[in-house]
């Protein structure tokens, strides 16, 4: 995570630069989880390449979602 918002965050990936919407990142749905900070280091997948930057999502729903897809 290379900055944070008030809508999300931004991030950097494989020297690629990709964004998290706020709603994509755990804290949002559990109070249990810190909000993301600069410099934290997590799992995401891509929900939208053809995006400027990219889309992506730090849910696990999300990346069990992926990984399903991914096995097909």
């Known amino acids: ?3 944070v918002g008030f809508v999300g965050a931004q991030v950097e990936a494989d020297g690629r630069i990709g964004f998290i919407d706020q709603v994509k ?6 109070s249990e989880v810190p909000p993301p900070k600069a410099g934290d280091r997590f799992r995401a997948v891509v929900l939208d390449a053809s995006r400027e930057p ?3 999502s730090a849910l696990e729903r999300d990346i069990a ?3 399903r ?4």
């Open 25 to 30: 990142h755990p804290s949002w749905w559990d």
């Open 54 to 56: 990219v889309r992506l």
């Open 1 to 3: 995570m290379t900055a």
């Open 65 to 67: 979602m992926a990984r």
């Open 69 to 72: 897809l991914h096995s097909r």
